[in-house]
Structures are given as structure tokens and as C-alpha cells.
């Protein structure tokens, strides 16, 4: 079974150097304005899956049909 390609370095394209530095740069403090971009962002995200999951509202064709008959009744003078 073949490893997963994620487009990213292989094991062997990364060095000890790499790795120490790529963690060191999640240890920097976030700025405000940073904390401030990634809280609208997940916001945004939470909002955007809010309106997918929200299911659809509308009338099947008998309701619509229900509601024409009960309008032309209506409607006669």
C-alpha cells in the first residue's frame, strides 16, 4: 500500500533543522490582530455550515395545488 501524497515534503526531504524550526514557528505568540483574522475566519466557517445544514423550506406540489384550489375560490366574484 502507497503512502498518501498531501503535496508536502517527503520523510526523506526533511532534516532535523526543518522540523525544529517548523515547530519553534507554532511556539511565536499570535498578535491580536492574527487572533483577531483566525476568530472571523472561524466564524465565518461556523456560519457557512449554520446555512448548509439549514434544510429547505418550500411547498410540495399538492400543498401548492391546496393552496391555488383555496385562491380561485377566493378570488370568484
Known sequence: MEGHDNGGAGFDEVDDDYVQDHLESHAVPLSNDELI??????QEAEKEKD???EPMRGLDIKSLENVLVVLKKLWKP
Do not use: G, R
Open 37 to 42: 483574522e483566525l476568530d472571523k475566519a472561524s
Open 51 to 53: 446555512e448548509e445544514e
